[in-house]
């Protein structure tokens, strides 16, 4: 099951068209990454599948709701960490988490179970007793998530998620969205971290003008942009005097007397097979791995290079 799908969803504001012809699917259990440059359509996406914003056009779906027939439905399925938080800074974290939780019409024997173990969680409850006021910025975004959280949604929304946070609490709550992944929960995730995004996405879609131009997983958007997986080798001895096999697949991009760099193009059934053939061959190979891609110079690639009515296939 799609806990989440957009069809051809759409948002015009007077004559500026934000999000057109927007489509994907998030399937239980998976995170969705959703990239593009300030402006290209990410936010106002988030807030019709929020059912914040109606579209123009098109349609959206959450755990099986309309976003704009049954926006009441939509709104208690999802769990929602906006740029903005818009906390309560006179209140402490036990009366504002109390306070969502009667909103979403928890009994207070759920909702205080569930706010006393996401402040332990997310390391808040030595401060319960504190005026949000005098939160840090990192404090304030683990409490908005608590927020998020505190009605245990089948859908999760999350903007920005580690911002303003110091390396241990963006680890945190990484860790908590890692664990947060079941077979009866979906997440989008927007975020500027690169490092994040190809850690926690399964599916990774990019926004250029309001146009979806890729919708890929995060090794077939490499794949597809910086080009085709390349290995280094090591040899124990010299092979300068030698040249290394080539064929179907394979090609050899730089050879020196110790050192290869291979490019193999179907690597999960031929980089087993390469090295097999190399030993075979009686090359003494020290070492036998994948030049790491990356995620930076791939998404970089896109958002300058990509056709205007590109779209990666669905994943």
Do not use: W
Not at 34 to 61: E, F
Not at 143 to 152: K, N, Y
Not at 253 to 273: K, L, R
């Amino acid at each position: 099951m799609n806990l989440i799908e957009a069809d051809a969803l759409s948002k015009t504001f007077d004559d500026f068209l934000a999000v057109d012809r927007v489509s994907f699917q998030v399937g239980n259990g998976r995170v969705m990454v959703l990239l593009g440059p300030n402006g290209a359509g990410k936010t106002t996406t988030i807030r019709m599948l929020t059912s914040i914003l109606v579209p123009s056009s098109g349609s959206a779906r959450i755990a099986g709701h309309d976003v704009v027939q049954h926006p009441e439905r939509v709104r208690a399925a999802v769990g929602v960490l906006t740029e903005h938080h818009g906390l309560y800074k006179r209140m402490n974290a036990d009366e504002y988490l109390d306070f969502f939780g009667e909103l979403y019409g928890l009994r207070p024997t759920e909702y205080r179970q569930r706010r006393d173990q996401l402040l332990e969680q997310f390391g808040l409850a030595p401060v319960r007793r504190q005026r949000l006021g005098e939160y840090s910025k990192g404090m304030r975004q683990k409490l908005a998530l608590s927020r998020a959280l505190i009605h245990e949604p089948s859908v999760l929304l999350l903007d920005e998620p580690t911002s303003a946070m110091d390396p241990a609490s963006a680890r945190m709550v990484r860790d908590a969205i890692h664990s947060l992944r079941s077979r009866n929960r979906a997440i989008i995730l927007c975020t500027h971290n690169l490092a994040e995004a190809e850690e926690l996405a399964d599916q990774i879609v990019i926004l250029r003008r309001g146009r979806i131009i890729f919708n890929e997983t995060t090794e077939g958007l490499k794949r597809k942009l910086v080009g085709v997986p390349e290995y280094r080798i090591l040899f124990e001895e010299s092979v300068s005097e030698r040249s290394l096999p080539a064929g179907d697949g394979i090609r050899v991009h730089s050879q020196t007397a110790y050192q290869a760099v291979v490019e193999i193009s179907q690597p999960q059934t031929n980089a087993a097979e390469y090295l097999r053939r190399l030993v075979n061959s009686g090359y003494a190979v020290r070492e036998f791995a994948q030049i790491e891609q990356s995620l930076e110079q791939a998404y970089l690639d896109a958002i300058r290079e990509s056709p205007e009515n590109a779209e990666g296939s669905l994943t």
